[in-house]
């Protein structure tokens, strides 16, 4: 049934916050998760792993939520008792009714700010928002941030609500919950942007960025991972590195199988902003669902550039494929 996924992902083209996207001839998909069929485990990882460690994992970070906007599901990570860090592209478009589950419980958010230099531009390495939540999350630890230098080649790990399957068959299946990996940071990007590859441990160096050895718990990102948070540790202590933004199919297909690259944007170049944003007053950040500081970006469409494709919240929400041309936000 991989088919019927991936006709699905073709024909949810350019509807809801869907963008082209041409940077070097490269193409970059933005995750957002749907409801995708029957429920089961999340992300991609090893083939022979076992799922239950991953979900061991996962549920050590209670701090990433799952992140809901209309029509669309994605991840977040709690920073403070009333504010969220996710993916700016998942509020793109966002008008009303943005919510996150952490520790059990749903919260409604109020207001909601992109990153100034956001753009659209997934290797801008800026793909960040932050949400302000109405009331605060008293029975959950706020994730700490990492300040230090660029991580390039730390051991780290991630964690989201994304789609899940292994490296040899790429994701096909719904998330039951926060599912955590492991991987190295191989290389750093524009704005700090940590990008690792995600290593076969039968052929090493099948992903050809950076380390060539697959951790033992192994994995890569997708559809509803955007906006989870990259762990690394220092001095025994766990501090959010980065938040996901991308995946690279570089087999052309999109499936976060082996070989595929992932992007998050870098939590530490960015400290300054999110420490400004935090000490406001959040009525100063403009009406609920103001992108405020957000510039629209403009994309041309290339025969080697792909769409990102942020999925609906739904599967009876299939609609045909339309290219959303010149600007970057458009509403089917």
């Keep these: ?71 669309a599901r994605g991840s977040g990570v709690l920073i403070a008792e009333d504010w969220v860090l996710t993916a700016g592209h998942m509020v793109d478009d966002a008008s009303e009714n943005v919510r996150i589950r952490l520790g059990g419980s749903t919260y409604q958010a109020d207001a909601w700010v992109t990153h100034p230099g956001w753009d659209g531009g997934l290797l801008g390495g800026r793909d960040l928002a932050l949400i302000h939540l109405s009331d605060p999350v008293d029975d959950v ?88 948070g990259v762990f690394v540790r220092v001095d025994g202590r766990r501090y959010l590195a980065g938040v996901h933004s991308f995946v690279w199919p570089r087999d052309g297909r999109f499936d976060s199988d082996y070989g595929d690259w992932y992007g998050s944007a870098s939590v530490s170049r960015h400290a300054d902003w999110i420490d400004q944003v935090l000490g406001q007053d959040p009525s100063t950040l403009g009406p609920s669902g103001s992108a405020v500081g957000t510039r629209l970006g403009t994309f041309r469409l290339a025969p080697t550039s792909l769409v990102a494709v942020p999925a609906p919240g739904g599967v009876g929400a299939l609609g045909t494929t339309a290219f959303a041309l010149g600007r970057r936000r458009r509403r089917c």
């Design 1 to 71: 049934m991989r088919w019927v996924w991936r006709a699905a992902c073709l024909l949810w083209l350019s509807c809801g916050r869907f963008a082209v996207v041409d940077r070097v001839g490269l193409a970059f998909l933005a995750l957002l998760g749907g409801a995708w069929g029957a429920a089961a485990d999340a992300a991609t990882i090893r083939h022979d792993s076992r799922h239950a460690a991953h979900y061991r994992m996962g549920a050590t970070f209670p701090s990433v939520g799952e992140l809901f906007v209309p029509g």
């Design 141 to 228: 630890a706020p994730s700490e941030l990492y300040r230090g230098a660029d991580p390039r080649g730390a051991w780290s790990i991630s964690v989201g609500y994304g789609l899940t399957g292994n490296g040899r068959n790429g994701f096909h299946k719904r998330s039951l919950g926060a599912l955590g990996f492991t991987n190295f940071i191989d290389s750093i990007g524009n704005a700090g942007l940590l990008l690792s590859d995600f290593d076969d441990p039968g052929r090493g160096g099948v992903g050809g960025l950076g380390s060539s050895v697959a951790t033992a718990r192994e994995g890569a990102i997708a559809p509803g991972d955007s906006g989870g």
